[in-house]
């Protein structure tokens, strides 16, 4: 069955970068598309981006356009999620989840999910 491991996490200043990391085992990497999204204190899970398996496709919310990047080794089972020019207000919980929607922006879409990862972005 499906199982994802999350890594990368860690505390940054503003301005920097981080790369996480998620590999994927059982019958995740079959499915149609991997999601990132990210959770902050007191708010809701929001969508950061999603890549799809087969293609490459990729998909990205708006805050984070520009600034991070989502790619896949098809050979190593893994998908990561390069930050760059972070920010305070990206500072949450980072997870990674699996889908069979098209690159869905909605977490009800998921329903295989990472661990968690902690980004800290001080200022």
């Known amino acids: 069955q499906a199982q994802l491991v999350e890594s990368g996490g860690g505390l940054v200043q503003a301005g920097g970068s981080l790369r996480l990391s998620c590999a994927a085992s059982?019958?995740?990497?079959?499915?149609?598309?991997m999601g990132w999204f990210r959770q902050a204190p007191g708010k809701e899970r929001e969508f950061v981006g999603a890549?799809?398996?087969?293609?490459?496709?990729?998909r990205y919310a708006d805050s984070v356009k520009g600034r991070f990047t989502i790619s896949r080794d098809n050979a190593k089972n893994t998908a990561d999620l390069q930050m760059n020019s972070l920010k305070p207000e990206d500072t949450a919980v980072y997870y990674c989840?699996?889908?069979?929607?098209?690159?869905?922006?909605?977490?009800?879409?998921?329903?295989?999910w990472g661990q968690g990862t902690q980004v800290t972005v001080s200022s």
């Open positions: 059982g019958r995740t990497f079959s499915r149609y598309a």
């Open positions: 890549i799809s398996w087969s293609t490459g496709r990729t």
């Open positions: 989840a699996v889908t069979d929607s098209p690159l869905g922006p909605r977490a009800s879409m998921y329903d295989h």
